[in-house]
């Protein structure tokens, strides 16, 4: 039995994953395997070449009872944006959307019931598993989409942490691959976050790489600042463009704020009111402070920007927060129509 009030954000076993290959120019039926494995050739391009990439949505259960999925048609279009910069071919919209409903249906036992603040996490996942030596793309690919039921992310709901600028790491070159939901800008993140996580760290927050004067984004989520009644958000062409970014820009609008999307110098952090991280896996990280540190692995703080007391949260970020969750498990009404429902 699943403990809803405890649920975590893990990789849960479900059981069903649906799956589909491209080869020889098409797409074959979505299959459903159930034995929660794939076999693959040893000398697949996803394994040397991490030739991968993936997407994160939700799926809820509403207060009336409906499955809603949160903006998959976002989440589609985002895939075969990546897809394209890896050379590989993608599922179309239709194809996306149907086979992350299928997952859903066929996990409905995992799908966490209405007012626990948890929902299903939908992974879909694009690999090249042709076998070759070869740096060049290959039109041979899985997409297959699996899920899990998650509760939060860091363990506890709309609580602030702190976050650390690690001076000595970056996350994606210029001009490289950090606007893409590729695997491989996440392996870069994994021991910077082991050394953040030891020293009390929830977050890295990485700045862009080529100057180091401007805020990029958090290894794991899209950076946000709160300024008056303004919403200020990076605009980098290394940052993941995040759909629950997006989302929220149109929430503080709605809310009456104005909304920045604009290089954000460093400076600018002593100049903000609350800060936070913003993802669909976190929804929002509120952020008592940040530390910039010039060498992660060592003591020395270089500055501390602070938002808010340890342990608490702002009022805009609240109101952001109750917002979104507010639509996403109808308690309030989605008059943007983000939400997708399932035929159950
Ligand atoms: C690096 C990074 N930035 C931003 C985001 C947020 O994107 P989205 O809101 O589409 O989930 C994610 C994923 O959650 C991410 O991994």
């Not at 030739?51 to 075969?80: H, M, T, W, Y």
Request: charged residues 25%.
């Amino acid at each position: 039995m699943i403990d809803w009030k405890t649920l975590g954000f893990d990789a849960y076993r479900t059981r069903t994953v649906v799956l589909s290959r491209f080869k020889d120019g098409a797409w074959s039926a979505p299959e459903k395997t159930e034995t929660f494995s794939f076999t693959l050739d040893p000398f697949s391009q996803v394994f040397h070449y991490a030739i991968s990439c993936f997407e994160g949505l939700k799926a809820f259960r509403q207060k009336d009872g409906r499955v809603a999925l949160f903006r998959p048609d976002q989440n589609a279009k985002r895939l075969q944006r990546t897809a394209d910069f890896l050379g590989m071919p993608a599922p179309d919209e239709d194809l996306f959307i149907r086979m992350c409903e299928e997952c859903v249906r066929e996990n409905m036992e995992f799908l966490p019931p209405y007012g626990y603040g948890c929902s299903l996490y939908v992974r879909p996942l694009l690999m090249g598993v042709h076998p070759q030596m070869q740096l060049v793309p290959h039109p041979e690919v899985v997409f297959s989409v699996m899920c899990a039921p998650v509760g939060s992310y860091y363990g506890d709901y709309l609580k602030s942490s702190a976050a650390v600028i690690p001076g000595n790491y970056d996350r994606a070159a210029p001009k490289g691959s950090g606007s893409y939901k590729i695997g491989a800008n996440y392996a870069a993140t994994f021991k910077p976050y082991k050394i953040a996580h030891e020293q009390g760290y929830v977050e890295l927050l990485y700045l862009n790489s080529g100057s180091r004067r401007f805020v990029d984004e958090f290894g794991s989520s899209n950076f946000f600042g709160i300024k008056g009644n303004t919403y200020v958000t990076p605009l980098s062409d290394s940052v993941l463009p995040s759909i629950t970014n997006l989302t929220l820009q149109e929430v503080a609008k709605d809310l009456g704020m104005k909304v920045e999307k604009r290089p954000i110098p460093l400076e600018e952090l002593s100049t903000l009111d609350e800060a936070g991280g913003c993802g669909t896996a976190v929804v929002i990280t509120p952020l008592s402070h940040i530390d910039q540190k010039p060498v992660l692995e060592e003591p020395a703080v270089e500055r501390s920007f602070r938002f808010c007391p340890d342990g608490e949260v702002g009022p805009v970020s609240t109101k952001l927060y109750k917002r979104i969750t507010g639509i996403q498990a109808g308690d309030l009404e989605d008059t943007h129509g983000w939400c997708r429902f399932i035929e159950i």
